[in-house]
Antibody
Framework: EVQLVESGGGLVNPGGSLRLSCAAS????????MNWVRQAPGKGLEWVSS????????YYVDSVKGRFTISRDNAKNSLYLQMNSLRAEDTAVYYC?????????????WGQGTLVTVSS | QSALTQPASVSGSPGQSITISCTGT?????????VSWYQQHPGKAPKLMIY???KRPSGVSNRFSGSKSGNTASLTISGLQAEDEADYYC??????????FGGGTKLTVL
């Protein structure tokens, strides 16, 4: 069974940093691309970033470019999101999501999310 | 990277059918067959209901179906049931290998 468990969320001051983690199990982590998707309180979903299986390809939504860094450690079956220069508008539940198959990039399996609150 | 356009809300009675539209551009919905639909109940993670425009993951009821015409995708739910009441989001692969989501549609089962 595919399992994704996010951690690392919390309360941070504007301008601060936070590192999110996503622990994966139940599948061969190194074979799949992964994504981060966020949802502000009471709002819709927003794709944030994706990383290919070998970290060769990395993409970001424009609003986080230069501030967020996605990475992965295939030996540890873990996905990360380093978030710097945080703003109030980054407040959201952050989900990690796995692609459907090795050939289909549709985000299919989701964790339960971790809440990031940016406030003074 | 503009959001896809969905109606804010739709409603239907048990047993009826409803359709939710999702309008994008030729850079996303119209340009790729990677359109997905997600169901989200309050406080829960999104659940994939339709992928690749019209395919259903294993375990998803065949009451859920998807289609696409030009820059607009649609999700149809037939034989509405109380447990279908939820928020529904469309998403599409987009240029520069990014993804874009719709604003979400709240489905109310009357």
């Amino acid at each position: 069974e595919v399992q994704l468990v996010e951690s690392g969320g919390g309360l941070v001051n504007p301008g601060g940093s936070l590192r999110l983690s996503c622990a994966a199990s139940g599948f061969t982590f190194s074979s799949y691309s992964m994504n981060w998707v966020r949802q502000a309180p009471g709002k819709g979903l927003e794709w944030v970033s994706s990383i290919s299986s070998s970290s060769s390809y990395i993409y970001y939504v424009d609003s986080v470019k230069g501030r967020f860094t996605i990475s992965r450690d295939n030996a540890k079956n873990s996905l990360y999101l380093q978030m710097n220069s945080l703003r109030a508008e980054d407040t959201a539940v952050y989900y990690c999501a796995r692609d459907l198959t090795m050939g289909d990039p549709s985000p299919a399996y989701w964790g339960q999310g971790t809440l990031v609150t940016v406030s003074s | 990277q503009s959001a896809l356009t969905q109606p804010a809300s739709v409603s239907g009675s048990p047993g009826q059918s409803i359709t939710i539209s999702c309008t994008g551009t030729s850079s996303d919905v119209g340009g790729y067959n990677y359109v997905s639909w997600y169901q989200q109940h309050p406080g829960k993670a999104p659940k994939l209901m339709i992928y690749d425009v019209s395919k259903r993951p294993s375990g998803v009821s065949n009451r859920f179906s998807g289609s696409k015409s030009g820059n607009t995708a649609s999700l149809t739910i037939s034989g509405l049931q109380a447990e279908d009441e939820a928020d529904y989001y469309c998403s599409s692969y987009s240029t520069s290998s990014t993804w874009v989501f719709g604003g979400g549609t709240k489905l109310t089962v009357l």
